[in-house]
């Protein structure tokens, strides 16, 4: 079967470093995307990873290992206005996205 | 500005009636769909179109019914048949080809209500 877990909720301090973990079974492998969704409103993108390694854009990185079917994303510095959801996606056999129940990320103070 | 508007922002419905969400975009996008968002679970597919009068069922069909008569619009009926209908509805596009390779931009997303 195809499914993708991620953990339901995560809190993390105001300047830290963050890795939210994303785990995938799909049939074939397409590649690997992240979104991220502020309460109530729509999904945006942050990364498409398709082949291993570390990929970095500002602070935000996103890590894909295929061998192990695992991703993350890393935040540093963190902020407040990155309390949000995090999403991992992943393309399924008819190419669509099979979604992630997404990471909940409370930033405190 | 290019983009996907979805309209209304909040709905609300009474039971048996059917219901129609509004999904716009000028980005020239090809594929359209439409997504349904529950507390506590995924993204799940409910509709999508590649090319103009042609959709496929997603994963969760039974309910609604969808339309793709222009290539900017892509509007979603939830009918009396949907037993659980009270969800957040998210619209998305992307460019062609490759399928889900490519990046999916969503609308602000319907709230839709049932009383």
């Known amino acids: 079967g195809q499914n993708i877990d991620q953990p339901t909720e995560m809190t993390a301090t105001e300047g830290a470093i963050v890795q939210i973990n994303c785990t995938y079974q799909t049939s074939g492998f397409n590649g690997l995307f992240w979104y991220q969704q502020h309460a109530g409103e729509a999904p945006t993108f942050l990364s498409y990873n398709v082949l291993d390694g570390l990929e970095e854009k500002g602070r935000f990185s996103s890590f894909l290992s295929r061998s192990k079917g695992y991703s993350y994303l890393l935040l540093k510095e963190l902020q407040m206005k990155d309390s949000a959801s995090y999403l991992c996606?992943?393309?399924?056999?008819?190419?669509?996205?099979?979604w992630g129940a997404g990471t909940k990320l409370i930033i405190k103070p | 500005d290019g983009g996907i508007t979805q309209s209304p922002k909040y709905l609300f419905r009474k039971e048996g009636q059917n219901v129609t969400l509004s999904c716009e975009q000028n980005?020239?996008?090809?594929?359209m769909y439409w997504y349904r968002q529950d507390p506590g679970q995924g993204l799940r597919l409910i509709y999508y179109s590649q090319i103009v009068n042609d959709f496929q069922k997603g994963d969760i069909a039974e309910g609604y019914s969808v339309s793709r008569e222009k290539k900017e619009s892509f509007p979603l009926t939830v009918t009396s048949a949907q037993k659980n209908p009270t969800a957040f509805y998210l619209c998305a596009s992307s460019k062609l080809g490759q399928g889900a390779y490519n990046e999916q931009f969503f609308g602000p997303g319907t709230r839709l209500t049932v009383l």
């Open positions: 996606a992943a393309p399924d056999s008819n190419y669509q996205l099979i």
């Open positions: 980005l020239n996008h090809d594929a």
